[in-house]
């Protein structure tokens, strides 16, 4: 038998590995993957900063608060897109089979979707723009642990550092708002505002997971399809109880009818670009890159209303962006459902024991090894039975 003698030979001293340099660390944590996930959360960030940016013009402007009358009109171009899509496919794709099979968890989340969307609009009303901002942030902890529980996503504590800085830099922006004098939207019932916010970002959280779920499992047109097809049918409900009044006081014209089209192809940029930016990081990821879109309203907000300057909204941003960083340059990991392994492991042994008994006239698989030799004609082969 040809055995082989590998030998280690001594590294001499001082000709160790050498240390890296400033730029090869930086370039290290800032890889493609990280630049190009911090970008497609700020491209979502900036569609909802668009998003905000109409509906204030419609409130401010035309006095036009119809934000059942604009979910609507995103929930029906979903339906003319993704629904119309899956009615068309052939198999397990196509929309009567996936009613079948899972009509009523559609119809629970896009309850959820839709209910979502119209309490953090209504907390406008009661409370002051900065109990929203901060108390909208109440959607990452639920984020985190619905994906800890039922998704099994274990954290590091990098992701638990980064998450931090993001809300500390909420907080500065929320403090510049103080400081400027930012309280518009405060009302009398200030505590029934803030409960709806939370109640809002609840449903967020649940909607960003079940989402997260989907799209990684399943489809991302099968997502929007069923959103488009029950949020259409639920939200049309919801306008024809709550929201006919104020449709008939709306001072219709081209001008008004121009930013209805504008938010509503922002908000369906908006969810169909979502579930792509899903699929490659996580909800919470992305909840975290929407933390921005509150500041690109401010520095919007400096040009066109004439809102006042802080440096505490730069500290914000940068302190909000560092965070993003930290959470994005460590993966997180799927633990393993103790239940799932059991059952597969029980599934292979009894696959193992059932296993026919081969005839007496067919041989078992064997594996042929052979051991290294310096020709191809010198190797000798072992035959394990």
């Known amino acids: 038998m040809i055995s082989v003698v590998s030998t280690v030979e001594s590294v001499p001293r001082g000709t160790g ?31 909802i900063c668009a998003i905000g940016l109409t509906s204030k013009y419609l409130a401010d402007d035309f006095h036009a608060n119809t934000p059942v009358f604009q979910s609507f009109l995103n929930y029906i171009l979903l339906f003319l897109v993704y ?19 899972r009509w009523w968890n559609y119809m629970i989340l896009g309850l959820i979707d839709i209910e979502a969307n119209y309490l953090v609009l209504k907390a406008y009303q009661y409370t002051t ?14 984020a985190l642990l619905l994906s800890w529980f039922f ?36 009302g009398e019932q200030k505590l029934f505002g803030d409960l709806l916010v939370l109640g809002g970002a609840t449903l967020y959280g649940i909607s960003n997971v079940c989402e997260e779920f989907i799209v990684k499992n399943l489809s991302r047109v099968e997502f929007l399809g069923m959103m488009g097809l029950f949020g259409s049918f639920f939200s049309g409900i919801q306008l024809a109880i709550m929201e006919h009044k104020e449709l008939l006081k709306v001072p219709w014209d081209w001008q008004i009818g121009l930013f209805y089209v ?14 792509v930016v899903m699929k490659r990081t996580s909800a919470t ?5 929407l933390l921005t879109a509150d500041l690109y309203s401010l520095f919007c907000g400096l040009f066109l209303f004439h809102y006042k300057f802080s440096g505490l909204y730069l500290l914000s941003f940068f302190i909000i962006v560092l965070g993003l960083v930290l959470y994005s340059s460590s993966s997180t990991y799927v633990a393993q459902d103790p239940r799932v392994y059991k059952q597969f492991r029980n599934t292979c042994s009894q696959q193992a024991n059932n296993r026919p008994p081969l005839s007496p006239g067919v041989l078992e698989p064997s594996v042929t090894y052979t051991s290294l030799g ?4 010198d190797e000798l082969p072992v035959r394990v039975a």
Do not use: W
């Not at 890296?20 to 569609?47: N, W």
């Not at 629904?83 to 099979?101: M, P």
């Not at 990821?285 to 890159?289: E, F, G, K, N, R």
């Open 83 to 101: 629904t119309t899509t899956l009615a068309v496919r052939q198999g397990e794709e196509n929309l009567l089979a996936i009613l079948k099979q």
């Open 151 to 186: 998704l099994l996503v274990r954290y590091k504590a990098v992701h638990f550092v980064g998450t931090g800085l993001c809300l500390l830099g909420i907080g500065c922006m929320v403090g510049a708002d103080v400081l400027l004098g930012r309280q518009q939207g405060l």
């Open 129 to 142: 723009l900065s109990s929203v901002q901060l108390l909208d942030c109440f959607v990452i902890p639920v």
């Open 262 to 275: 504008g938010f509503s192809a922002f908000m369906f940029s908006l969810y169909s670009f979502m579930p």
């Open 17 to 47: 590995t050498p240390v890296p340099s400033l730029y090869q660390r930086i370039r290290k944590v800032f890889t493609r993957d990280l630049l190009v996930t911090l970008a497609l959360g700020q491209v979502l960030s900036l569609l």
């Open 285 to 289: 990821s992305v909840s975290l890159s």
């Open 374 to 377: 310096p020709e191809a004609e």
